[in-house]
């Protein structure tokens, strides 16, 4: 058993919330039970997830993307209310690292993608640092490299450039980063590896000559969020258990 705060205090300091701009708060947002033995951890606090974390009878659900987003309603109705409803009723804590997750430099989203994907980091620039850009292990083609996140994701990406195109250079950041297409072609790399696409992204790939990976937004931040969740077990006297979730998006 350990305390919440003991353990949000640790992943305070490990993933250096407070020098993060972000869109949600860091930590702590619905607050359950002091004591805490057992953590789900999954990538969203959705209801499927708080489900879980009720059938487990976990006391605290750690995900990466919480709730109270700026650009959400202030009000606490429909979808909102069920889920905050589930969490009160069964007195668990809910806690999300949104940006910090991203970046943290061994346990991040970008660390942790890279790992699984065996790209080696070069440098990060770009806003907050979220850009990473690095290299293949070994020498691969576009349609190469579109075959192994596919497998090693286990979803199909969106590739949008020549298929034998050779890279050599990647630039990546998970979740919804498209909006970073511009900076990582400007770095000069051959492709841009992110979650989601929009429409523009294809008209840029086309006219920069960068090539365009989505490779799923879920599916690019799944990893952070467990590796986290082991390095709490290691640390702490906690179970700690990951909830995954079908979602394409
Ligand atoms: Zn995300």
Redesign the pocket.
């Known amino acids: 058993m350990a305390s919440r705060k003991a353990i949000l205090n640790w992943c305070d300091e490990i993933l250096q919330t407070h020098t993060f701009k972000d869109y949600a708060p860091n930590g702590l947002q619905v607050e359950g039970r002091e004591d805490t033995e057992h953590i789900v951890t999954a990538v969203t606090a959705s209801r499927a997830a708080i489900h879980y974390a009720v059938e487990q009878q976990a006391d605290m659900l750690l995900v990466?993307?919480g709730m109270f987003w700026k650009s959400e309603p202030l009000t606490v109705t429909g979808w909102k209310k069920e889920r905050i409803a589930a969490l009160l009723k069964h007195d668990i804590n809910m806690a999300g690292y949104h940006l910090p997750l991203d970046a943290h430099p061994e346990l991040g989203n970008n660390a942790q993608l890279a790992a699984i994907m065996g790209w080696k980091t070069e440098y990060c620039c770009g806003e907050q640092n979220l850009l990473n850009i690095g290299v293949p292990v070994e020498p691969i083609t576009l349609a190469g490299l579109g075959k192994k996140l596919s497998e090693t994701l286990q979803r199909k990406p969106v590739v949008i450039g020549s298929a034998d195109k050779p890279v050599k250079r990647i630039a990546w950041c998970t979740?919804?980063a498209q909006g970073f297409f511009q900076t990582a072609s400007d770095e000069g790399v051959d492709v841009y590896v992110t979650g989601e696409i929009s429409e523009a992204q294809f008209h840029l790939a086309q006219e920069t000559g960068t090539a365009f990976i989505s490779a799923g937004?879920h599916a690019t931040?799944r990893y952070g969020i467990q590796a986290l969740g082991k390095e709490i077990a290691q640390k702490f006297d906690v179970k700690v258990d990951f909830f995954d979730e079908q979602n394409p998006a």
Do not use: A, D, K, V
């Open positions: 990466h993307h979740g919804g937004h931040e």
